[in-house]
């Protein structure tokens, strides 16, 4: 019943950047383990970062790994993934959820979940 809204999504060339922002919707994300996912056209959604509740542990997936930066601040109640360096394969809907912990097994199960946001669309184009 977690809602989650992401933001700060967009269109940008190659090599270009975003930082989306997610948002809790009516709770605290302070006690939650957060995670952004990505669903690119004719893929499955994969798990692309996440990040402890306390920014002590963070995940990313082999792909983004040197590019993208997940980041929190509790005292504004939001996560952030900051994407820099983008090419044509970052085009996605991103969407943000909580995870039982932050760990690759973990994103991974989060996947079969059958609630998702409206997420946020990333176009990386020429």
């Known amino acids: 019943q977690l809602q989650f809204v992401e933001s700060g999504g967009g269109s940008v060339q190659p090599g270009g950047s975003l930082r989306l922002s997610c948002a809790a919707s009516g709770f605290t994300l302070a006690i939650y383990d957060i995670g952004w996912f990505r669903q690119a056209p004719g893929k499955e959604r994969e798990g692309v970062s996440c990040i402890s509740n306390d920014s002590g542990k963070s995940y990313y997936v082999n792909s983004v790994k040197g590019r993208f930066t997940i980041s929190r601040d509790n005292t504004k109640n939001a996560v952030y993934l900051q994407m820099s360096s983008l090419t044509s394969e970052d085009t996605a809907v991103y969407y943000c959820?909580?995870?039982?912990?932050?760990?690759?097994?973990?994103?991974?199960?989060?996947?079969?979940?059958?609630?998702w946001g409206q997420g946020t669309q990333v176009n990386v184009s020429s």
């Open positions: 959820k909580q995870v039982p912990m932050c760990t690759g097994i973990q994103l991974q199960r989060m996947l079969r979940a059958e609630s």
